[in-house]
């Protein structure tokens, strides 16, 4: 009894570790016997006839992945599809409804510019005949002048008296040269300072370009109709005013004063 008081400690540490030694005996045959239970993995040798990084002859393939969902969701977030904030959706383009006379209403889908259609261009011209000599060797030309003039509906002309070399109040011409008979001369050579070109009038046959055009529009919303419009003309459109800044032959061109902003509007 003794010997077991003295030495108490020491017989139980030595059953301590003989238990840890009986532990790490039992956990290396426990780690041993586990391959044996697990299935067959496929082999991974390197095949030295391939070289380095090669599958080993007879080592089975793996299935490719599949990954078309993925492919799919990633097409459609390098394609996103287009957002329209413009045309006939109310989303960022509310509709307007206008009351009619007879108490109805109207949905109108397009206001202001957007909603003018052109429904003609005319163009305008400006004409240079030639009328009369005044004869009795008087050296002067009687000229008829249009400016701005509808072919179809012509403006009553002005009439002027050319002499040869002399500036006309117009400003359009300048009388160079008189062919024939001074008295009744077979063509009159006119020179346009506006362009340096010299050009030619007979009795029957006068100078003409086209100058300007006007257009007649239609207002959709309103179904109004405004005739006649020229360039700088300031027109009304549901309260907001609108200037004609240009007309070519296919086409007009009409800014809101207020933000500047210009619109074409083609004639089809």
Known sequence: MEFLKKHYEKIVLCVVLLGLAGAAIWMRMAVERVPASLPAAPSTEVSPRRGRGARGEGAPTLAPLDLSTDQVALAQMTNPPEI???????????????????????????????ALVVTNITKLYTVIAFDHASGNGSGVYVMAIQQHSDLEHPRRPVVEYAKKDQKMKSGLYILRDIKGDPDNPSELDLELPLTGETVAVTKDKPYEWVDSFTADL???????????VHVNEIIPLDGEQYKIIEITTNAVRIQFIRTTKVTEIKWK
Not at 218 to 223: M, S, T, V
């Open 84 to 114: 329209l904030l413009s045309g006939d959706h109310n989303l960022f383009n509310p509709v307007t409804w206008k009351k009619k006379s007879d108490g109805t209403f109207l949905k109108v889908v397009k206001i202001g510019p957007d």
């Open 218 to 228: 239609r207002y959709e919303p309103d179904a109004r109709t405004i005739p006649k």
